[in-house]
């Protein structure tokens, strides 16, 4: 889930310096989730007191949870943390942007085959995004299979390799192959 919220305005000239260092995990009792800032704006000019600052925030669900529920305990935990300062205002996205959570049981053929194939005894989980969630939701059957290192994604430096790319072909040709029924 990732949403532009929260978003802040302010009511009078008094400057606050609200302070989110990396990632934070927040435990609401039955909701546990992982959420960062990855985007921050806001301001004219390093001296010059915003009227407005604007943070998008990406919560990654896990299966089975509601997007609803999380983005509510988010809210409260911003407003409750923030409640002592008075003259900020919170305003949170009606409808945050949601790439909900899936999973593919581990005994599915489509699993299995592919631990056969890597020659894995156990599926990894995946804790990042991707197209795989749409074709989940869609009702079809899929795992995140591919070449490159998701550590060097949407940076500076991503980057895959002619090999590993030559590589994620023979193993999806392979795949499929496999899954096929015989002729």
Partial sequence: MAGSAPSCSRNNQKRH????EGTCTLNTGSIIFTGSVGLISGGTGVNIVPESCHASVDIRLVPG????????AVQACVV???SRITD??????????VDPAFEVAEESRLVQTALTLLNQEKAEVAT????ASKIAAAGIPCII?????IARAHTIDESIAVEE???????????ARRLLPSA
């Fill in 17 to 20: 310096d609200l302070t989110v």
């Fill in 88 to 97: 900020i205002g919170w305003k949170f996205d009606e409808t945050p942007f």
């Fill in 165 to 175: 790319i030559e590589a994620g072909v023979a193993a999806y040709t392979e795949l």
């Fill in 80 to 82: 409750t943390a923030e």
């Fill in 65 to 72: 949870q509601s997007w609803r529920e999380v983005y509510a």
């Fill in 128 to 131: 990042y995004s991707c197209d």
């Fill in 145 to 149: 299979l591919g070449p490159g290192d």
